[in-house]
């Protein structure tokens, strides 16, 4: 390591941090303390008059914030749940049996990892069904989007893990259900922790499958609740109250994150590059 | 789902072999499948048959004005053709999801030869990178609305008046620059996992043989890189044909259509009442991604062997 580079890599790194990650930071935090005639030509100037207490209250009351809030959690917090659920099931037949069958199942349930969902007759399908605009709608739609993940992380992870485990409690009486229960998911434990941060990135700030889902109105998620009233003219131009919205609404996976950041981190990794 | 555990149960234990099984496989008895068959069902049911439907209401006149839909061969297809609209919306596409996986794997990379090692002031940073990646798509881009407005932050940092979000040549080229910034930290956590994958008796043999950092990166661990590469560029190629959350909330399309990509038309085109068109771009959505997608893991998967 030359000296210029012992120094310089760290100075490049701060510099590289503040301007690409710290400037939107530091607009979103200023113009969102901003009183409204102050923050319609967005800048990176500190508010003349600090007013952050009521952009949030007016954010979190007028944007519906905390409807938006639950919305979000009741469709994915059953998908999430779903995706694990059901794609520990499927893997664990896939990555345990051998025949054309299920390899054949296999490569078809994990087509989803390429292919774009067609969300045009997925809205039309939806409304034969009765499910348009419907929660149990929205959650089946994610369920089936990132079902080829979860299945083929897991698939990939259960053949590494030796068949032993589950022989020795074959052996003590354990019924599959029990085995899967009492074995299988555990030992997913990692792969779990992945798939659920992967699931809740995308899901937690989809608009456009909520937008043809579910289409607004009371059950808008969080994201989808932002745009609307961002395009509506309540808040045209007003971005004082956007990024007060985008501070609240950007919460939730921060503290998902800080708080599990090890392995979240090792998740994603270790899961990719195999 | 008990019922069937105890049958399975009972089928074995009437049967009495000391192995257990009689007639069914092994496998069969072990692990059911139908422990595969809610997922099976669900994707089937949500992900496949709606891509099957997309294969006929294409060529259906299935609108919001009319009560029943009639098959109507071609016409919706001779309507995106002749408007233009078809070609645009691939060559867009193409061009963004190739420039946005360009932008992306590039930051991740540097990002990642800049993090390396593994200290407490690179695990900072490493976190501080992939903070954009948490916050949603449609924030980020009203961030940049923000920023990059005619009246916008930057303008008014620079004291220039560049129309950023204006131009119908570049803008679509600052745009798959934001999209690359938002999702780089994903790009350099794979590109470190890559990284810390290289044996380090493989980096100090190189050392020895004299080879400077360049020649080490170019010779080693680029070509070491390769799986890394190989899931970063297809996830980035295929995910950003599928964008559509940062140009909605940056430009919405514009100007002129210039960044209308297939995701903005069917949304555009779905908000007027035209469903089928939205569901002919769709399909052709479907068959640009698949033309892409295979040539481009199959590419991908024996150059990973060649090096």
Request: proline share 6%.
């Amino acid at each position: 390591m030359t000296p210029m580079w012992r120094y310089g890599r760290p100075a490049l790194v701060i510099l590289l941090a503040a301007l690409a990650v710290g400037v939107p930071l530091w607009l979103v935090a200023v113009t969102s303390a901003k009183p409204q005639a102050e923050a319609i030509k967005p800048n990176l100037d500190l508010p003349h008059h600090w007013q952050p207490t009521d952009n949030y209250a007016d954010a979190v009351g007028q944007g519906e914030m905390l409807r938006g809030f639950v919305n979000s959690l009741l469709v994915v917090v059953p998908s999430v749940v779903l995706v694990l659920f059901l794609g520990a099931g499927a893997a664990w037949v896939f990555a345990r049996r051998k025949s054309k069958l299920v390899s054949a199942a296999y490569a078809l349930c994990i087509s989803g990892l390429l292919l774009p969902p067609a969300v045009i007759t997925i809205v039309m399908e939806l409304r034969q069904l009765g499910l348009a605009s419907t929660r149990p709608g929205m959650i089946a739609v994610y369920t089936g989007m990132y079902l080829s993940t979860s299945i083929f992380f897991m698939t990939g992870f259960i053949r590494a893990i030796p068949m032993e485990l589950e022989e020795a409690a074959r052996i003590d009486g354990a019924t599959p259900w029990r085995i899967f229960l009492r074995i299988v998911l555990p030992l997913l434990r990692p792969v779990i922790a992945t798939a659920t941060i992967m699931v809740m990135l995308y899901a937690w700030s989809d608009i456009f499958y909520a937008f043809f889902v579910l289409g607004g109105g009371d059950r808008a998620t969080l994201p989808l609740n932002l745009y609307q009233v961002a395009s509506a003219q309540l808040y045209l131009n007003n971005w004082h109250l956007v990024f007060a919205y985008v501070v609240v609404m950007s919460l939730p996976m921060v503290a998902v994150f800080v708080v599990g950041q090890r392995k979240i981190v090792s998740g994603i990794t270790s899961g990719a590059v195999k | 789902m008990t019922d069937t555990v105890v049958r399975t149960r009972k089928k074995s234990s009437e049967q009495g072999a000391p192995k257990g099984v009689g007639r069914l496989p092994r496998a069969a008895v072990h692990h059911p499948w139908w422990f595969a068959l809610p997922a099976v069902v669900v994707f089937a049911g949500f992900f496949l048959v709606p891509n099957l439907l997309n294969f006929y209401y294409p060529f259906t006149n299935w609108s919001s004005y009319h009560p029943d839909i009639a098959f109507t061969g071609l016409d919706n297809f001779r309507t995106v053709v002749d408007d233009g609209s078809l070609l645009r919306a691939i060559r867009t596409t193409l061009l963004y999801a190739l420039l946005a996986a360009l932008f992306q794997n590039g930051f991740g990379l540097v990002l990642a030869l800049l993090l390396e090692s593994d200290t407490r002031f690179n695990r900072f940073f490493r976190a501080v990178f992939f903070l954009p990646v948490l916050i949603s798509a449609l924030a980020t881009g009203y961030v940049f609305q923000a920023l990059l407005d005619q009246d916008g932050a930057l303008n008014s940092v620079l004291g220039a008046d560049i129309p950023w979000l204006g131009s119908t040549t570049w803008t679509l080229v600052v745009v798959t620059l934001i999209h690359g910034w938002k999702w780089m930290g994903l790009s350099m956590l794979i590109y470190l996992a890559g990284l810390k994958g290289i044996p380090g008796d493989m980096l100090e043999a190189a050392r020895m043989d004299g080879a400077g950092p360049w020649r080490t990166f170019r010779s080693v661990r680029w070509p070491m890189l390769a799986p890394a590469v190989t899931f970063n560029v297809t996830t980035a190629l295929i995910g950003s044909m599928n964008t559509f959350d940062i140009v909605q909330a940056t430009t919405g399309g514009g100007p002129a259509a210039s960044t209308e990509v297939f995701n903005i038309y069917m949304f555009r085109v779905f908000g007027q009442g035209l469903y089928a068109q939205a569901s002919a771009m769709s399909l052709v959505l479907f068959l640009v991604v698949v033309a892409v997608a295979i040539p481009l893991v199959v590419g991908l998967r024996r150059r990973e062997q060649l090096l």
